[in-house]
């Protein structure tokens, strides 16, 4: 074999070689480019369980998946991931309730609830709501699916939930995306569509009807109540209303401010901050006279302003340091308007802790005790430290839904629209027209974020004719935002849940009718 042979063989033999590699890197490519992570659009797991709740078996089915949000043009522009838990030793469902639930944010996926509140599993927490290991999730004895079944349901980029592209394989932009789902009104108008699907798919038009919303999810809630009423015919038995927002209803100005006090009372009354004759006596015994000062006191004389009597002044002054917790000094520099996240910085200050944002019986520690705001809110930390985990164990190993697409705690949705926020006048005209419809508020008395008693005031707002009062309710608990998460805050508002289902389910042949 001469030299020139051989340059020419081993020069064959590395174009081979090079060909060889292209062809395995555009064989990976392709096979890289089949399996992107892409969420169906369409799609479902249907697992079978058993459970007590109450002590009693109760037999389900879970199915976990995916619905399309359709646009006019009946094209698919979305899909959402949804969980429906049924009891499946009904026969007739023409007569058992559909819970409907929503979390909020906006942008937080349909989890705290899900696997913390009404569904038949929860979380592994102690008795208090702080997480433990290992991660998982255990009987919810007191999950209401005894006497409803329940969908969860995952708005746009929350959860599972995406925006698709288009029929080109492009996908909207950012101000196209914003127009059709993020925002308070495009928010209630294409989860009502999806509603309507669901309810049809699932032959659920003759069940009673029920939405449950919590934080922002209220407001989702509240709108949804007249959109599917209006635009769907769809009408409801009950709206409740978990740790509520302002649902468009306007608390600003003095009213803000002096309706944070009953909460900044609760909080200082947990860490045994008031004086030894308010400590003594029962949270819900107490907190009236602080609600009653409120409105008939501190309101009148912060709406004086600069002009208040010195006198007058002196004496809220040291009404509000006794309820508060806080010193007459604090108060004073503040001009009678303490912000939320100076008292949480400022109760415990001489222990060097700070309180939880959403509940604030969680303690944080920060970098300088000085300062007029915690450097992180300690309840979201410790949330997240245990749900994370749950949601992700929980639906791939026990609900058998697999994918490779992230699960959103929270999505992208922002700029959020916030503009023509009508959705507690709308809860108010969808009352009106539907006398079967019934509202709860249930909210934490530890919540700061959105606090107990402007939930009240936000009740008394609602219908200012009075005459639809009987159908109003609320209740309050020992605990924060997500009052659930304490054991007994859990039995007892699972519970308020079951009677609300029962009072404002009508009796067989009950006419929804206003009477003289």
Known sequence: MNKSMLTLNKGSIWLVFLAALTLCSATSYADSSAHDRQIEIDSNVVTEHETKILGKRVKYSATTGTQPVWNNNDEAVATLFYTYYQRTDIKDKSARPLIISFNGGPGSASVWMHVAYTGPRILNIDSEGYPVQPYGVQTNPYSI??????????????????????????????????????????????????????????????????????SYGTTRVSGLALELQSRQWMYLNGVVLVSPTDIGIERDGLI??????????????????????????????FLPEVEDFTINELIPALAKGGFIGNQEKRDILAKMARYSGLSEQDISQNNLDVSTAFFWKALLRDEGKTLGRLDSRYLGIDEKQSGDRPDYWAELTSWLHSFTPAINYYLREELNYKTDIKYNMFGPVRPWDRTNNKTGENLRLAMAQNPYLNVMIQAGYYDGATNYFDAKYTMWQLDQSGKMKDRLSFKGYRSGHMMYLRRDDLKQSNQDLREFIKASTPAVGEPAMYRR
Request: net charge negative; aromatic share 12%.
């Open 256 to 285: 803000k401010a002096a309706n944070r006090l009953p909460y900044f009372a609760a909080a200082a009354w947990y860490h045994k901050k008031l004086d030894s004759e308010l400590q003594s006596k029962d949270l819900t015994d």
């Open 145 to 214: 699916l005894d006497v409803a079944d329940i969908v969860f349901v995952n708005p746009v980029n929350t959860g599972y939930s995406r925006v698709l592209e288009d029929a080109d394989g492009n996908m909207p932009s950012k101000d196209e995306q914003q127009k059709m789902f993020f925002g308070v009104n495009a928010d209630i108008k294409y989860l009502a569509d999806w509603v309507n699907t669901f309810v049809t798919r699932n032959n659920r038009w003759r069940s009673p009807k029920y939405l449950i919303g919590e």
